[in-house]
Structures are given as C-alpha cells and as structure tokens.
C-alpha cells in the first residue's frame, strides 16, 4: 500500500499536469491540448524529497506526496 512521504495539500488546477520533479519538489505544466504547445514547467511546492530505490512516488487526490512499492518480476531461471 501507498505511504505519505510529506503533506503539501497542493489544490491542483484544470489543464495543468502534476509531477515530482529531479529535486523532489511539486511542479506544474500546462497540458498541450488542439495543437496548442504546453508550457514551461513551475515549481508549486518545495519538498526536498530525497526518493528511494524500488519505490513510485506520486501526487495523491489530497494533494500530498506518496509513495508505493514498485511490483517488480522476478528473475527468471
């Protein structure tokens, strides 16, 4: 199951997608829609989250960063 890693309560807007950055923090870019180029991404929170391997993190609905074990296949022999 999915665990909070910190508590940001990002609101999120339409047309903007939400993701976690190379630095661990919530940033934002428009969407491209109808052949119009999205946008630059911006930083919406400041977070620091140090990731660890072998783990997804994600922006959950209440706005908070999360985290979930990665489903990973084992080694065939």
């Not at 665990?3 to 939400?18: F, S």
């Not at 400041?46 to 609905?61: F, H, M, N, P, W």
Request: aromatic content about 10%.
């Amino acid at each position: 199951m999915a665990e909070k890693v910190t508590q940001a309560g990002i609101t999120r807007e339409k047309g903007y997608l939400y993701f976690l950055d190379k630095q661990g923090d919530i940033s934002r870019a428009k969407m491209a829609r109808g052949g119009v180029k999205g946008g630059a991404q911006e930083k919406v929170f400041t977070a620091g989250v140090v990731r660890e391997s072998g783990y997804l993190y994600y922006i959950d609905k209440q706005g908070d960063i999360s985290k979930a074990k990665m489903a990973r296949r084992g080694k065939k022999s």
